[in-house]
């Protein structure tokens, strides 16, 4: 029997409750020590490979999430129990018509969308102008077996600074990134920190409002706060029997 090491971070806190009841709907999660941060430890399964996770609140953004999982993983390191995994999860918008109110999206690589250059012939990303990445890659069997047992959307996530509220913009980070499914805030920032590690990564987020115009009455948080719940429910399932680390 194999135990697997697992880091979830998310934004807020109540994104990190629903993945924690997801985990482990029999027992609350417990608080962990990590300096500056709260973070909580769940386990869950009870198949072959159970799980250890620890539950990370992060904060809002990129630069917050970064920092706060590259905290997380630097202790794991120090204690020589290292995490197989690092999952960054919440709730997200989503791009109609590749990924509706309510679906669930695994990505198959973060994207820092809005990290870069404007120039007179229009966006210019970071790696375009030499200074850096733009892109992650999530583990690609890992991802592609989690999004097959949701019943996800698998395909690129959106990670912005600021997130979109207009349909012009809605439409050009269409463009610039043809069949990205949705858009987040800390995606990007978890997977610098995930791979200054070595650490594999997954993304997922459940839809709570379309990429657009702010219309906060259309917004279904709490149906999206549930769906991840239940994500994580299926995804313990997925860990606890399916094949063990290292995860590719």
Known sequence: MSTVHLLVVTAVQSERDAVARGL?????????????????RTTGGGGPHPLHADLLAAGVGPAAAAAATGAALTAAALREKPYDLVITAGIAGGF?????????VVADRV?????????PEGFVAVDDLGFGRSSHPCA??????????????????????TVTGTAERAQALRTRYEGAAAEAMEGFGVAEAAAAHGVPLLEIRTVSNPVGPRDRAAWRIPDAL???????????????????????
């Open 96 to 104: 109609a018509p590749v990924a509706p109110l309510g679906s669930v």
């Open 24 to 40: 482990d709907p029999t027992a609350p999660a417990l608080p962990h020590p990590l300096p500056g941060h709260e973070m909580l």
């Open 140 to 161: 690609r069997h890992l991802g592609a077996a989690v999004a097959r047992a949701l019943g996800a959307v698998h395909a690129p996530v959106l990670t912005v600074s």
């Open 111 to 119: 994207v820092a969308a809005d990290l870069g250059a404007e120039s």
């Open 226 to 248: 549930s769906t991840l719940c239940d994500a994580f429910g299926v995804l313990r399932t997925v860990l606890d029997r399916g094949a063990p680390p290292p995860y590719s």
